[in-house]
């Protein structure tokens, strides 16, 4: 008897879960002749399954608010002297505001000879906070002798996969609970309980997996993230009407250099030749004059 017992109980779980009948008339199913190790555990997976596998996704309530996700991407042109100031302001502003309300994701900077800089700073906040960071972007790069050079918004709607998530993990931490009573009964063999021990770790395994990812998914909905690229050309009057005579110059100059350079080339080259062959043409030249004095 203590064995139907044990049997309608799991028995009893794996139906609940999915809704298909009570728990009364899952034990007058069963049959007294099945032992309990003969549930699968795969059953116990069903159970907690919110839907079966090909029906449609949960469909957001009439009336819930789109919980979105949002990132802004904004570059900058400031000189190469400033750059680096400048960025370090937008980090300190950050920074200065506390975790809770705005945390630095990532910086770098790549700097090419004296005139070239490219820096990158990356940061998430909350929204209030980002709304009065762009708003002031245009004047701070206007204050360092710069300019926005292009912006770009990108939103992904997360509230059907928030929904999901939490219904699955409503729906596993309800088994959970379950094969933890069982447990607690102490009923059953000990292989019996050591099935319901392995898919209770199982289980436990993806009420955290679950936890994880709605934890991220409610960060990237309750914050936003903001990058910012600062780019310096090091060009001479890039826009003047005297770009092309810039350039000009610049290609001559280059020119000459180019020039320099493989007459460098031409004349390490020859050096060496000019060490070896430069005794033998001398020595055959040399020859060449006592043969005729003597002839």
Avoid: N
């Avoid at 789109?66 to 502003?93: F, N, T």
């Avoid at 596993?172 to 009573?181: A, K, N, S």
């Avoid at 090091?234 to 610049?250: E, H, M, N, T």
């Avoid at 020039?259 to 040399?286: M, S």
């Amino acid at each position: 008897m203590r064995r139907i017992g044990m049997l309608a109980m799991v028995a009893g779980l794996a139906l609940s879960g999915c809704g298909q009948a009570d728990a009364d008339r899952a034990e007058s199913s069963v049959d007294s002749t099945v032992d309990v190790a003969l549930v699968e555990p795969a059953r116990m997976t069903e159970a907690a399954a919110p839907a079966e596998p090909g029906a449609p996704a949960a469909t957001p309530a009439a009336g819930t608010a789109p919980r979105i996700a949002y990132v802004y991407h904004y570059g900058l042109e400031v000189p190469v002297d400033r750059a680096p100031g400048l960025m370090a302001r937008h980090e300190q502003a950050c920074t200065s505001a506390g975790a809770a309300v705005c945390q630095v994701i990532g910086s770098d900077t790549t700097r090419t000879g004296r005139d070239a800089l490219v820096a990158r700073l990356e940061i998430r906040a909350i929204p209030s906070f980002i709304t009065q960071f762009r708003d002031g972007l245009g004047k701070d790069a206007r204050e360092a002798g710069g300019r926005v050079s292009g912006s770009s918004t990108e939103s992904e709607d997360l509230t059907r996969s928030l929904i999901d998530t939490e219904a699955r993990l409503r729906a596993q931490t309800t088994l959970r609970d379950r094969l933890q009573g069982l447990l607690a009964s102490r009923s059953g063999s000990l292989e019996d309980l050591l099935k319901v021990e392995t898919e209770l770790a199982r289980v436990q395994g993806e009420i955290d997996a679950q936890q994880s990812t709605l934890a991220e998914m409610r960060t990237r909905v309750a914050t936003s993230r903001l990058s910012i690229e600062y780019r310096s050309a090091g060009q001479l009057a890039p826009d003047s009407a005297f770009r092309p005579v810039v350039d000009a110059v610049q290609g001559a100059f280059s020119a000459m250099m180019a020039t320099v350079g493989v007459l460098i080339t031409i004349v390490a080259v020859l050096i060496p030749i000019g060490l070896i062959a430069g005794p033998v043409v001398w020595f055959i030249l040399r020859q060449r004059r006592r043969h005729r004095r003597q002839a």
